[in-house]
């Protein structure tokens, strides 16, 4: 009959050994809050950490007693409230985006690693598919690829004009291949931007927007494919492709991070679940869509200036390893658990 009271005591116990060190946290947080960090004496200034980090501790091994929810949302509120009086108010804009770039956006990735995994599997199956049904049928690649994408790039169009679009310099071909360039860019980035906004509606639209992409990918391959042109055209796409594709794929990644928050909360509630993951897949997302960035320079200047089919590989070799280095190694010399 005693097992019952157990968690109680052990929750009790707990409360009445660290209280007093929230309470003296909260003081101080509040009156930096009202009067500024400069108002704090020098002792209480050196505390400040020192309390902030206990109270960290606290709120972990908080969740991890599945103490009482108010107690839990106490210590959530005054770890943040403490976070931007330690860390936020001595940071400068120049300070965070360096601190975004350097640790926070690879540390998302890395924590995200499973998401970010099935996103690209569900691409890569799209991509596959794409490619069996209109090598089958070339038919198929009307339904999978839309005219105005295409740009004349259809089955129907002769394997010369094909080419053509890939190496001739002339005018007329160099303003198809920027037309045909800048739809491909324009949506992929929008597959990637709902892949990620639609992630609340149980990551439904999120893997069926990635297949999609996958298929549209998949098509243009089996076109080329089909006339002899797909280690021209990979090296063409691979430019940008490797940036832009991998940013898809954390956007359909972070669109899946919220997918997991509301199918499995943990002790959590759902909206409690969700504010506290849509965090790291925000800062997903404006990772990826600095790639996207990035990946549109790419395509607007290097790949329309090199025309050598070798040159095309080297920079679309150099850019995925740089991405895969900076995504496993970025920010893994500094602690990860400040967060």
Same mark, same amino acid.
């Given at each position: 009959?005693?097992?019952?009271?157990?968690?109680?005591?052990?929750?009790?116990?707990? !409360?009445?050994?660290?209280?007093?060190?929230?309470?003296?946290?909260?003081?101080?947080?509040?009156? *930096?809050?009202?009067?500024?960090?400069? +108002?704090?004496?020098?002792?209480?200034?050196? /505390?400040? #950490?020192?309390?902030?980090? *206990?109270?960290?501790?606290?709120?972990?091994?908080?969740?991890? %007693?599945?103490?009482? $929810?108010?107690?839990?949302?106490?210590?959530?509120?005054?770890?943040?409230?403490?976070?931007? $009086?330690?860390?936020?108010? /001595? +940071?400068?804009?120049?300070?965070?985006?360096?601190?975004?770039?350097?640790?926070?956006? #690879?540390? =998302?990735?890395?924590?995200?690693?499973?998401?970010?995994?099935?996103?690209?599997?569900?691409?890569?199956?799209?991509?596959?598919?794409?490619?069996?049904?209109?090598?089958?049928?070339?038919?198929?690649?009307?339904?999978?690829?839309?005219?105005?994408?295409?740009?004349?790039? +259809?089955? =129907?169009?002769?394997?010369?004009?094909?080419?053509?679009?890939?190496?001739?310099?002339?005018?007329?071909?160099?303003?198809?291949?920027?037309?045909?360039?800048?739809?491909?860019?324009?949506?992929?980035?929008?597959?990637?931007?709902?892949?990620?906004?639609?992630?609340?509606?149980?990551?439904?639209?999120?893997?069926?927007?990635?297949?999609?992409?996958?298929?549209?990918?998949?098509?243009?391959?089996?076109?080329?494919?089909?006339?002899?042109?797909?280690?021209?055209?990979?090296?063409?796409?691979?430019?940008?492709?490797?940036?832009?594709?991998?940013?898809?794929?954390?956007?359909?990644?972070?669109?899946?991070?919220?997918?997991?928050?509301?199918?499995?909360?943990?002790?959590?509630?759902?909206?409690? +679940?969700?504010? !506290?993951?849509?965090?790291? *897949?925000?800062?997903? %997302?404006?990772?990826?869509?600095?790639?996207?960035?990035?990946?549109?320079?790419?395509?607007?200047?290097? /790949?329309?200036?090199?025309?050598?089919?070798?040159?095309?590989?080297?920079?679309?070799?150099?850019?995925? *390893?740089?991405?895969?280095?900076?995504?496993?190694?970025?920010? /893994?010399?500094? $602690?990860?658990?400040?967060?």
């Amino acid at each position: 009959m005693s097992v019952p009271l157990k968690s109680p005591l052990k929750s009790f116990e707990f !409360r009445r050994e660290r209280e007093k060190t929230w309470r003296e946290l909260e003081d101080l947080v509040s009156r *930096a809050e009202r009067r500024g960090l400069k +108002s704090l004496p020098a002792d209480d200034l050196l /505390r400040l #950490p020192t309390l902030y980090r *206990a109270t960290l501790s606290s709120l972990s091994v908080a969740r991890s %007693i599945s103490l009482d $929810q108010n107690v839990l949302n106490y210590l959530e509120s005054l770890s943040a409230r403490a976070y931007f $009086q330690v860390y936020g108010a /001595r +940071s400068s804009l120049l300070e965070g985006i360096g601190y975004f770039l350097r640790r926070g956006f #690879p540390g =998302a990735v890395r924590a995200a690693l499973w998401p970010n995994l099935l996103s690209a599997l569900w691409m890569t199956l799209g991509a596959v598919i794409g490619f069996l049904l209109v090598e089958a049928n070339a038919d198929w690649y009307y339904s999978f690829v839309g005219t105005g994408m295409a740009g004349g790039r +259809s089955p =129907a169009a002769s394997t010369d004009f094909l080419r053509e679009g890939l190496y001739d310099g002339a005018d007329s071909a160099a303003d198809m291949l920027f037309h045909f360039a800048t739809s491909l860019f324009s949506h992929n980035s929008a597959i990637g931007i709902f892949a990620f906004a639609l992630g609340f509606a149980l990551g439904v639209p999120t893997v069926l927007l990635l297949f999609y992409n996958g298929l549209t990918l998949g098509a243009f391959l089996a076109l080329y494919d089909s006339r002899g042109l797909t280690w021209d055209l990979v090296g063409w796409l691979s430019v940008h492709g490797t940036t832009e594709l991998l940013a898809i794929v954390l956007c359909g990644g972070g669109g899946l991070v919220l997918a997991g928050a509301i199918i499995f909360p943990d002790r959590e509630t759902r909206l409690e +679940s969700l504010a !506290r993951r849509g965090r790291a *897949a925000g800062t997903l %997302i404006m990772g990826a869509v600095l790639m996207l960035f990035v990946a549109g320079f790419l395509e607007g200047f290097a /790949r329309q200036l090199v025309t050598d089919v070798t040159s095309r590989y080297v920079i679309g070799g150099a850019m995925l *390893a740089f991405w895969l280095t900076y995504f496993a190694l970025g920010g /893994r010399d500094e $602690q990860d658990g400040d967060d």
